[in-house]
Nanobody
Framework: QVQLVESGGGLVQAGGSLRLSCAAS????????MGWSRQAPGKQRELVAT???????NYADSVKGRFTISRDNAKNTVYLQMNSLKPEDTAVYYC?????????????????WGQGTQVTVSS
């Protein structure tokens, strides 16, 4: 099986920065796209940023120029550097990954989600 574990959330003042990390573990063969989504109370989940295995990135318009996604393929880890944070960035942030992993008798590919980490930006 595969697990994604996020870390780095917390409370920060508007204008501050946080760095989220998400490490994948298990019998991993390779990871395709990785990304971050967020969900604020009473709102739908929003895709924030994605990164391919070769490093191509995409961002939601709401975070362009402020957030940077990166990954370390050797560590099966994705990061989200968040700068110039605003109160409207307050949400639970989830990492996602499409992971190929080794079942004892076969190779399996699936989407996986982390448990989420809370980011709160005070005004």
């Amino acid at each position: 099986q595969v697990q994604l574990v996020e870390s780095g959330g917390g409370l920060v003042q508007a204008g501050g920065s946080l760095r989220l990390s998400c490490a994948a573990s298990g019998s991993i063969i390779s990871i395709n796209d990785m990304g971050w989504s967020r969900q604020a109370p009473g709102k739908q989940r929003e895709l924030v940023a994605t990164i391919t295995s070769s490093g191509s990135t995409n961002y939601a318009d709401s975070v362009k120029g402020r957030f940077t996604i990166s990954r370390d393929n050797a560590k099966n880890t994705v990061y989200l550097q968040m700068n110039s944070l605003k109160p409207e960035d307050t949400a639970v942030y989830y990492c996602t990954a499409y992971v190929w992993w080794r079942d004892p008798n076969k190779v399996v590919g699936n989407d996986y989600w982390g448990q989420g980490t809370q980011v709160t930006v005070s005004s």
